[in-house]
């Protein structure tokens, strides 16, 4: 009898050992994170691996439900997996924990923009240095929830739910049938604001030294090589130099903090019309400010029709650079750089030098933008095996 009795009772707590690590697998399913998909032109593919090589796997629809099990990083890119051998950019997933919180956290009342720019898509960026897009445009008259602001230099900018930000210049706060407002057609000059600024001074700061690295928002150096009419560029600004540096550069350091650089001169390109006196960040703002016009052949009317070297010429014009129409004669607006250091504002070009079809601009994070071909608008694309750039070309 108590031996039965002793077998009831292992059985009993075998059982209830079993019921709590029940209880802790499904706790750990609840706390999974879900995600929707946020692109709203198409289909989003679903690839076999985040690593160049990938097969698409399946498709997924605008604002379909996944659930991300899984993150990595592949150059400089985020990455979720939403199963076995399944695989999703970032950029195309807004991610959002499983476990709702109480409805009156969700339901206060908040701020809203709505995007006033008519001629192309807002971008939103990832910070105030305007630096990185985080993949999300606003079409016109998209309006969306804000929950922070940041007065920064004189520049207005609205944090939104996804994280990412917006200039205000592009957008209209509180009034999301924009009533009474003029769209915008021109896009708007961006003014990158480091991160990290916390006032709305505007004048330079004192005694900077002359090894301060300038800030993310400016044009990263590149190896060893400069523009030839590349002019030496001298500022008091807190962004330093507008050029890049060099290892034949000498900076030194005036009385007024003014760094100055002296840049020695290449030998002359190929294209020696291009003036390089614009900004990186312009030509890109620009570049992403045509996402959703039509591809045109020969096209080279912002807002109603660009082909691929339309877009490019377009997009350095508004920085102040000329660029000659077609893509053979861009190929030499510039040095020449490899694939493995790409910097934003690099044009990238596919076929044989002196041969190219295609061109685009990198904006950074292994993506670039382009105008694809006919029955396609101006879009971003991410870099990869199936159509990988032959080689690129830095002009600023």
């Known amino acids: 009898m108590k031996k039965q009795k002793m077998t009831y009772l292992s059985s009993g707590m075998v059982g209830l050992a079993g019921l709590v690590l029940m209880g802790l697998q499904t706790n750990d399913a609840q706390a999974a994170t879900n995600g929707t998909v946020n692109y709203a032109d198409g289909a989003t593919t679903v690839w076999t691996s985040p690593a160049v090589g990938q097969k698409p796997a399946r498709y997924l629809a605008t604002n379909q439900q996944v659930t991300i099990q899984d993150t990595k990083q592949v150059y400089g890119q985020t990455w979720y997996k939403l199963g076995n051998d399944e695989w999703v950019?970032?950029?195309?997933?807004?991610?959002?924990?499983?476990?709702?919180?109480?409805?009156?956290?969700?339901?206060?009342?908040?701020?809203?923009?709505?995007?006033?720019?008519?001629?192309?898509?807002?971008?939103?960026?990832a910070d105030t240095t305007a630096a990185q897009p985080t993949g999300e445009y606003l079409t016109y008259g998209t309006t969306k929830n804000v929950?922070?602001?940041?007065?920064?230099?004189?520049?207005?900018?609205?944090?939104?739910?996804?994280?990412?930000?917006?200039?205000?210049?592009?957008?209209?706060?509180?009034?999301?049938?924009?009533?009474?407002?003029?769209?915008?057609?021109?896009?708007?000059?961006?003014?990158?604001?480091?991160?990290?600024?916390?006032?709305?001074?505007?004048?330079?700061?004192?005694?900077?030294?002359?090894?301060?690295?300038?800030?993310?928002?400016?044009?990263p150096a590149p190896a060893a090589t400069t523009e030839a009419t590349t002019p030496a560029a001298t500022t008091s600004t807190p962004a330093a130099t507008t050029q890049p540096a060099q290892t034949q550069t000498t900076t030194t350091q005036s009385s007024q903090q003014t760094t100055q650089a002296t840049t020695t001169q290449q030998a002359p390109q190929t294209n020696t019309t291009t003036k390089a006196s614009g900004n990186v960040q312009t030509v890109i703002n620009a570049a992403l400010s045509q996402i959703g016009t039509p591809y045109v052949w020969g096209g080279s009317t912002p807002?109603?029709?660009?082909?691929?070297?339309?877009?490019?010429?377009?997009?350095?014009?508004?920085?102040?650079?000329?660029?000659?129409?077609?893509?053979?004669a861009q190929e030499g607006a510039g040095q020449r750089v490899s694939l493995?250091?790409?910097?934003?504002?690099?044009?990238?070009?596919?076929?044989?030098?002196?041969?190219?079809?295609?061109?685009?601009?990198?904006?950074?994070?292994?993506?670039?933008?382009?105008?694809?071909?006919?029955?396609?608008?101006?879009?971003t694309a991410s870099i990869s095996s199936y159509f990988m750039p032959s080689f690129a070309v830095r002009v600023l």
Request: proline share 7%; hydrophobic share 35%; net charge negative.
């Open 89 to 125: 950019s970032s950029q195309f997933i807004t991610a959002g924990d499983a476990t709702a919180q109480p409805a009156a956290t969700t339901t206060a009342v908040k701020n809203t923009v709505t995007a006033n720019f008519q001629s192309g898509a807002t971008t939103v960026w």
């Open 147 to 219: 929950i922070d602001q940041k007065d920064l230099n004189g520049t207005t900018w609205y944090q939104l739910e996804s994280k990412g930000w917006v200039p205000a210049s592009y957008v209209v706060l509180n009034n999301p049938n924009l009533d009474g407002v003029t769209p915008i057609t021109n896009a708007p000059a961006v003014t990158p604001v480091a991160a990290t600024t916390t006032t709305t001074e505007v004048q330079a700061p004192a005694a900077p030294q002359a090894t301060t690295p300038a800030p993310a928002t400016e044009t």
């Open 303 to 328: 807002g109603v029709g660009l082909d691929c070297s339309g877009l490019v010429q377009y997009a350095y014009a508004q920085a102040g650079v000329s660029l000659r129409r077609v893509t053979t």
């Open 340 to 379: 493995d250091n790409l910097q934003p504002g690099d044009i990238l070009f596919w076929g044989g030098a002196g041969a190219s079809y295609h061109d685009a601009i990198y904006i950074g994070g292994g993506q670039y933008v382009h105008a694809p071909q006919p029955g396609e608008s101006v879009k």
